[in-house]
C-alpha cells in the first residue's frame, strides 16, 4: 500500500495535470477564437478581391468591347450640301454612283488622318432633308423631273447602295432635319467606337451652338466644307476638308420668280407648280437624246501611247480626267515575251498579291499570297492583266489606289462587242435584269460561280436524287418473288410501302436542321453512306422486321432529296434560272421512280431480286465516291468587311429586234415576297467579281463541314418552325398539298399498276412491270422540255409587261395550262384497268397523267423558292411532310377505297379530288400577292431566325 505521502504526492500531481489541462483548454479557446477572427477578415478580403476582380475583368470587356467594330459616322444635311449635278440628273444610278464616291472619299481622308487604323473603320452615313422641298427646287433648276419628290429615286438608290449609308426624309420643315442631326451627334461623339465624325452642316450658323462645347478636338470631329461655309465655322479649331468629287462647289440658283397661281391641293399636291413660260434646260444624260444607232470610229495603231498620260510620281498622287469627269488611265503597254517568261516563273512558286503590290496596302493579317518585293518587269505585267477587269465604278472612279481598268486600251479598238468596256450594244437599247438574290463580289461565292461548275454540282445532286428514287421505287417489282420465296403478301408488301412513303415525312424534319448548322456536303455525304448501308440490308433480307425497317430508314434518310436538293438550287441559280432546274429535278427524279423498275425488272428476271439491292450498292458507293471529291459546299457565309453588295442590275443580253422602243423609265425586280416597291432606274451597270479575293483552294473547298453560328438550340429550333410556316403561312401550305396531291398521283398509279397487272388479263412478270416505268418517263420528259424554258420565259415577258416587276404569281399560269391532262389521264389509266383494256392505252392514259403532274410539282416548288427564299428550308420540310403524309393516306387507305366503290369508281373521284385542288391555283393567282403582304412579318421574323442567311 501506498504511504499518505505518497497519496498526497500523487493528489499534487494531479490537480497539478487538472490546472495543465484547463490552461491548454483556455488556450485553444483562445486560438479558436483568433482562428475565426482571422477566417472572417480572410472571407471579407476574399469578397474584396472578388468583387475588385469581377469589375476589374468587367472593365477589361467593356474596353475590348469599345475597340470592337470601329466605324465613322459621316452627317450631312442634305438641304444645304448638294451632291454634283450630273449625278442628280442620273437618277437612281446617280444615287448609286455619289453613295459610291462618298465612300472612297471618306476612305481617303481616313487614311490621312488615322493611318493604318483606317482599314478596320467602317463607314456609317446619314443624310438628313426636306426631300419634298428639296425636289422642288432642284426641278426649277433642271436636275430633277418636275414630280413633287423627284428626288425620292436617287436617295433611294442611294440608300440601297451601301449598307450603312441612309437618305433620310426628315420632313417638309427645316426643324426636322436640324433636329435629327443634333441628336445624332449627341449620341455618338462620346462613343469609343465612332473614331471620327464628318460633319457637313457648315452651310450656316445653325450648327455652331452644337459644335461650340467640341471647340479644338482636332481628333475627333472634322467638318466638311460646302458650297457656301460659314466664317464662324473657322473659329472653332477643327479641321476643315472638302469632298469636291462629291458635293458641288455652287448654290442652286434660286427659284424663277413669277405671280403665284392657286392648287386647291395646296402643298399635298403631287405635281410641281411651274409658270407658263418657265423654261427648263434639257438634261445631259437624257437617253432620248442618244441617237438609235451608234457608229464609232476606230482608234489608229499607237493612239493610247500618244494621248495617255504616264505612269510618274505625279500620276500617283492625282488622277487624270478628260473635260467630261471621265477618268482617264495612266498608259499601260502589252509587256513583252521577255516579262511574260518572268512573271509566269514568279507566280508559279507563289501568286503575288494584287492589292499590296499595286493598291501599296492588304490590310488583311492572314493573306496567303505573296508580298515580298517584285521586279518592275513582274510589276509592269500585274498591272497590265488587272487592267483587264473592268472598275465597278466606271470613270467616276476617284479611288487614287483603284487598280483596275477604266477604259479600253486596245489600239484599233471599235468600242462596241466585244469590247467589254462597251457596256451599250449596238442598237443603244438594253434589257436589264436585276439579280436575285443580290450576288456578292466575291468569287467564292455560289452564284458568281462559273456555269459549269455549278451544272457539275447540279449534276451530282441529280445523280443522288435519281438513286434515292430508285431505292424507294425500285422495290415495287421485287415484290412478285418476294410473295413467292419469302411468303409475303401483296397487302403487307403494300403496307411497307407506305411505311416507307410515312417515315419520308420525317426525314426532312429531323436530318434538315443539321444542313443549315453543318452545311450541305457533311449531310449528303452521310445521306448517301447510309443509303449504300440500308441497301445492304435489304439484299440480306429474310423477315418482316427487315422489309419494314429497311424500307423506313431508308426512306427517311431519303428525305433530304426532297428537301437539301431545293436549298441547293437557291444556293447556287437566280430566281430567273431555277423553273428550269426545278424542272429538270422533277425530270430526274421521275427518271429514277419509273425507270428503276425497268432496270430493275430486268436484273430480277436474269439475276434474282437480292441483285437488284447490290447493284443500287455499287450504284451509290460510286456516287458516294463522287460527292467525297467533287462536290462543292453551296452554303455561303458572307465575310463582311465594311464593302456590301452593290445592288445593280446586270446587263443580260439587248432586246431583240421587233420589240417596242418603249422601255419603262422604272426598272424593277421584285426578288422573294415582293413586299415593298422600291424604283430602281435603267442602268447599263454590269454586276463585277472583286478578283482581288483569294479563290478557295482544292482542299478547302472539299472540307467536311462549314458550321454557322447558333447554339444547338437554335439549331433545333429548325424542328419546330416549319409545321409553324406550314400552318400559318397560305402559300406554303396549298403549295404543299398541291406537291403532295400530285407526288400521290404517281405512287397510287405505280402502286396499282404493281398489284393488278400481275393478275389476268395481263399477266406481267418482272420485266414488264418495269417496262410500265416507259410512259411516264416520256411524259416527264415532254412536260419537263415544254414547261422548264417555258416557265422562265413567260415570268420574263410579264415582268415585262408589268413594267419591270416580277412577280411569283406569274409561274402559276403555267399550272393552270396543264390541269386538264391529269383527271383525262387518271381517267383513261384507271377505266381502262378495271375494263381490261389493251396495255398500250393503259400506258397512254398513265403517261399523259404524269404528264399534267409535272409543270404543278416543279412550278410549286419554284413559286416557294421565289416567293419565301430566305425561309426555304423551313418550307420544303412543311411540303415535304405533307406530300408524304398525303401519298401515305392514300397508299394505306387504296386497298379499302377500292374493295369499297371498284377501280372504276376509284379513279374517277381520284381524278375530281386532284382538279379542285389544282384549280387553287386560280386565287393564287389573283390574290397570292395579297396572301403574301398579310405574312410579311411573320416571314421576316423567321427569315431573321435562319442560320445561313446570305443577306
Known sequence: MLGDAEIQALDDHLGDVLRENQQHHESLQSLLQQFHLLLDNYNRLKSDYEEEKEAREKYKKLARGQERNPFVLVLVDGDGYLFKEHLMREGAEGGTKAAQLLNDSIKELLNDQLGSQADQCRIMVRIYSNILGLSKTLARAGLVGNEARSLSPFASSFTRSQDLFDYIDAGDKKEGADYKIREMFRLFVDNNQCKRIFFAGCHDAGYLSLLTPYRGKTDRITLIKAASFHPEYDKLDLPVKEISAVFTSTSVS????????????????????????????????????????????????????????????????????????????????????????????????????????????????????????????????????????????????????????????????????????????????????????????????????????????????????????????????????????????????????????????????????????????????????????????????????????????????????????????????????????????????????????????????????????????????AGLVAFVFLYEETKFSPTLEGVPPVVAPTQINPSPKGEDKKSPTDTEIEANIAHKEGEIQGSRATHWIDHSIPAKPYWKKLALWSISSGSF????????????????????????????????????????????????????????????????????????????????????????????????????????????????????????????????????????????????????????????????????????????????????????????????????TFGLILTVILSGHLVFIYFGKRFRVMTTKRYRYYAERQMDLRN
Open 254 to 621: 434660286p427659284p424663277v420668280g413669277g405671280n403665284n397661281g392657286i392648287c386647291r391641293y395646296g402643298k399635298d399636291c403631287a405635281k410641281l407648280h411651274v409658270m407658263p413660260n418657265q423654261q427648263f434646260p434639257k438634261s445631259l444624260y437624257d437617253p432620248l437624246t442618244q441617237p438609235a444607232n451608234l457608229t464609232f470610229k476606230p482608234r489608229e495603231q499607237g493612239y493610247y501611247a500618244r494621248f495617255l498620260p504616264r505612269a510618274n510620281s505625279k500620276s500617283q498622287e492625282s488622277i487624270a480626267i478628260n473635260k467630261d469627269g471621265e477618268r482617264i488611265d495612266t498608259y499601260c503597254p502589252m509587256p513583252s515575251q521577255e516579262e511574260w517568261e518572268l512573271y509566269n516563273q514568279r507566280v508559279k512558286r507563289h501568286k503575288l498579291c494584287n492589292k499590296y503590290h499595286l493598291g501599296g496596302e492588304c490590310g488583311n493579317l492572314s493573306c496567303e499570297f505573296d508580298h515580298s518585293p517584285i521586279e518592275l518587269a513582274c510589276l509592269n505585267v500585274l498591272m497590265y492583266l488587272m487592267r483587264q477587269h473592268i472598275c465597278p465604278r466606271g470613270t467616276g472612279c476617284r479611288s487614287i489606289k483603284c487598280y483596275l481598268g477604266h477604259l479600253c486600251q486596245k489600239d484599233n479598238c471599235k468600242g462596241v462587242k466585244p469590247c467589254k468596256f462597251n457596256q451599250l450594244p449596238q442598237d443603244g437599247r438594253t434589257t436589264d435584269i436585276i439579280l436575285q438574290p443580290v450576288p456578292s463580289h466575291d468569287p467564292n461565292d455560289p452564284l458568281n460561280w462559273p456555269t459549269w461548275r455549278k451544272h457539275l454540282n447540279f449534276g451530282l445532286v441529280s445523280y443522288y436524287v435519281i438513286m434515292v428514287f430508285a431505292i424507294i421505287d425500285v422495290a415495287t417489282v421485287t415484290w412478285g418473288p418476294l410473295n413467292e420465296e419469302l411468303g409475303f403478301s401483296f397487302e403487307l408488301l403494300n403496307d411497307s410501302y407506305a411505311a416507307g412513303c410515312g417515315s419520308l415525312c420525317i426525314g426532312g424534319v429531323i436530318l434538315m436542321p443539321f444542313a443549315l448548322k453543318y452545311g450541305r456536303r457533311p449531310v449528303y455525304v452521310f445521306s448517301t453512306i447510309a443509303q449504300c448501308a440500308f441497301c445492304v440490308w435489304q439484299a440480306k433480307m429474310h423477315t418482316v422486321a427487315d422489309l419494314m425497317s429497311a424500307n423506313i430508314l431508308s426512306s427517311m434518310v431519303g428525305a433530304l432529296a426532297e428537301v437539301l436538293v431545293q436549298m441547293t438550287v437557291a444556293d447556287v441559280y437566280f430566281v430567273h434560272q431555277r423553273g428550269l432546274m426545278n424542272s429538270i429535278y422533277v425530270w430526274f427524279m421521275t427518271i429514277g421512280a419509273t425507270l428503276s423498275p425497268l432496270a430493275g425488272g430486268y436484273i430480277v428476271t436474269s439475276q434474282g431480286w437480292r441483285w437488284v439491292w447490290w447493284w443500287m450498292v455499287i450504284l451509290m458507293g
Open 713 to 908: 438550340a437554335s439549331m433545333a429550333r429548325h424542328s419546330i418552325e416549319p409545321f409553324i410556316l406550314l400552318f400559318t403561312v397560305p402559300a406554303i401550305f396549298f403549295m404543299s398539298v398541291v406537291y403532295g396531291a400530285m407526288t400521290a398521283a404517281v405512287t397510287v398509279s405505280v402502286t396499282t399498276l404493281s398489284s393488278y397487272m400481275t393478275q389476268p388479263p395481263y399477266n406481267f412478270n418482272a420485266s414488264q412491270i418495269g417496262l410500265m416505268g416507259l410512259p411516264p418517263f416520256i411524259g416527264t420528259s415532254i412536260a419537263v422540255l415544254i414547261s422548264g424554258r417555258l416557265s422562265d420565259s413567260l415570268v420574263l415577258y410579264l415582268a415585262k409587261r408589268n413594267r419591270g416587276v416580277f412577280e411569283p404569281e406569274m409561274r402559276l399560269w403555267i399550272t393552270v395550262a396543264f390541269i386538264p391532262f391529269v383527271p383525262a389521264g387518271l381517267f383513261m389509266f384507271g377505266i381502262g384497268l378495271n375494263n381490261g383494256s389493251s396495255w398500250p392505252l393503259v400506258a397512254v392514259g398513265l403517261g399523259i397523267a404524269i404528264f399534267g403532274t409535272i409543270p404543278a410539282n416543279s412550278v410549286a416548288l419554284t413559286y416557294l423558292t421565289d416567293a419565301y427564299t430566305d425561309v426555304i428550308a423551313d418550307s420544303l420540310v412543311g411540303v415535304t411532310f405533307i406530300r408524304n403524309l398525303i401519298s401515305t393516306i392514300f397508299v394505306f387507305a387504296l386497298t379499302p377505297w377500292i374493295a369499297s366503290v371498284g377501280l372504276r369508281g376509284f379513279y374517277i
